[in-house]
């Protein structure tokens, strides 16, 4: 049997996404209208051939908004789950592999920054920073560390565990090298599948924070932005929400279906 | 199990008191605050902004400011708001009781939807109904509140007109926030619950239970009183979220509460405020958190078995 049949949801997953970053990337040339020119006389047009999804309240051509959209919001979230990932993957290992005071310390302020549920975690973070892309991006990334350092953690718990670490200690392998050879590896796949959770997180609640307004930038084509200028409009034009809100939704489906297909949940045995 | 309830709540206070200080010296860190925000753009003079400041202690150390502030919380006073001087307690007060109402009638939704699919998904007898309760499950984790409120408001209030859409109070003003948001939270719910049947499905007890010729029936009781056990773990954080997902469907719904407070808070520096629901949010969840661990010890006896 050949590998995609073996694994129908890796083949969605993966065509979908690349699709979306083909599309993301190709914006120039796929988008039909310039997305941020305005134009009063064409407000709340409906689905044609021309304006494919319509026109905004603004007379923006939606299509090219959705496209362009793309851009920002995956790039802001890329950049979230990359502030999110390097911070929580040092202090898990560290915790982890260290124990003693270092776990205990570096975990109390996990713990202490999980009280607080992510997203107003970002919201306080978004006060500190100001408005903006970055900051956004910031804002998010860091309300995301306690929770992927407490996953590292606990997988390094369970790999150092087993004998050949105890075996490479006793040989006198230095920390870093059992770090490098024997526990990352081993736990390179929870990793990974909880980095897709970690990513649909960082696409909801940074597009959660443009939605709010704290993008800085009003007119920018955007998901989050254009679900906040759907919501002005959706009793006459509805038409301006369903568009980034189906992209943004299949994205985030798409991004939870590869993470499934990797590390299958642990039922399907 | 008296002794591990001490211990749990010593833990839970102590890191309230951390994820408190944080926030104060995150908040104290950052230039400008609300009397800035409001007195300085008011077009008040410097002398003005500077007494008012002087008199709300903002000149004091650090250090000071942060006792004062403790000492104050032990006491009771939360302190008042930098905009409208209206005691922050008095505040919370005001607006708990509609964000209570929306987190708890959404996370009845919740729990109830989210375990359905999870059996579903896990126990159904037709694969589409399986696959078609797995989707679902999926659909509710990738649509986040602030597109299917839009989306729901229009359907239900706007095209069939059976549900008030935004503003008001009452009943029928809850519906439509608490089933948005329920039914995301649903989706990690079911995911959990699925997950979990499944490994209980495969343990030994199961083939021990069919082997000795048990009726189906009892050895779905089984399964069920092991797999649902995480199901404990998995609401108590989910409650954590929902208190985030509040912000939003109260904004998008024109909704009273403390996610409005927390906002309109934010946008006017008016750190007492933020401080206080930040303050209000670790200790609701140090609580959740703490009754979960003891409820866990209580429902499953292998748990206590192990100290």
Known sequence: MSAAARNPRLVVALGVLGLIALVSIGAPWIASHDPRAAAPENQLLEPSGEYLFGTDLLGRDVFSRVVYGGRRTLGVALLTAGITLAPGIAIGLAAGYAGRWLDWALMSVMDALLAFPSLLLALALVTVFGSGVVQIAFAVGIAGIPAYARVVRAAVLEARAVPYVDAARAIGARPAGILARHVVPAIATPLLSFAGVTLSWAILNSAALMFLGYGGDVAAPDWGVMLADGRESFRTGPWVAVAPGMALSLTVFAINLLGNSVAPPPANR | MIGYSIKRLGSALFVAWLALTLAFVALRWVPGDAVDATLARGGASPGEVAARRDMLGLNDPVWRQYGDYVMGLVRGDWGESLVTEQPVAEIIRQNIGATSALSGAALLIAVTLGVVLGIAASLGRWRPVRYGAEGLASLALSTPVYWTSTLAIYVFSIVLGLLPGVGGEGIRYLILPAAVLGFHTAGSIAQV??????????????????????????????????????????????LGFLLSGTVITEIIFVRRGLGRVLLTAIDNRDYPVVEGLVVLSALTYSAINMLADVAYRVIDPRVRMEE
């Open chain 2, 193 to 238: 619950t699925a997950g979990s049947i499944r490994d209980a499905m495969g343990q030994g007890f199961v083939r021990t239970a069919r082997a000795k010729g048990l009726p189906e029936l009892d050895v779905l009781d089984h399964v069920l009183r092991v797999g649902m056990l995480p199901v404990v773990a998995v609401v108590a954080l989910q």
